[in-house]
Nanobody, 126 residues
Framework: QLQLVESGGGLVQPGGSLRLSCAAS????????IGWFRQAPGKKLEGVSC????????YYADSVKGRFTISRDNAKNTVYLQMNSLKPEDTAVYSC???????????????????WGQGTQVTVSS
């Protein structure tokens, strides 16, 4: 059974950092692009980042560029999202997603992905 499980969310003060993890089971991430989405209360789902395996490319939404970094550890079958300089507007439920090989042309298109995790809450507040 293919499964993605996120962890690492929590409460952090503005300007702080968190690292989210997305652990895969039932399949190997070596052949899958991994994306991160987030959804804040009352707002639509936003594509945050994506990591391709076909060419190693990474992509970021403008709202997080320069602050978030996506990386993968294939030995652990895990993808990470390092989030620095966090802002209150980063508060959301963060979910990881997977699709074969490369990121879609629009990383913010949820229908382009095949597998989803349950999500982890990130709250940025003083």
């Amino acid at each position: 059974q293919l499964q993605l499980v996120e962890s690492g969310g929590g409460l952090v003060q503005p300007g702080g950092s968190l690292r989210l993890s997305c652990a895969a089971s039932g399949f190997t991430l070596d052949y899958y692009a991994i994306g991160w989405f987030r959804q804040a209360p009352g707002k639509k789902l936003e594509g945050v980042s994506c990591s391709s395996v076909s060419d190693g490319s990474t992509y970021y939404a403008d709202s997080v560029k320069g602050r978030f970094t996506i990386s993968r550890d294939n030995a652990k079958n895990t993808v990470y999202l390092q989030m620095n300089s966090l802002k209150p507007e980063d508060t959301a439920v963060y979910s990881c997603t997977a699709r074969r090989a490369r990121c879609p042309s629009s990383i913010g298109s949820p229908i382009a992905y095949d597998y989803w995790g349950q999500g982890t809450q990130v709250t940025v507040s003083s």
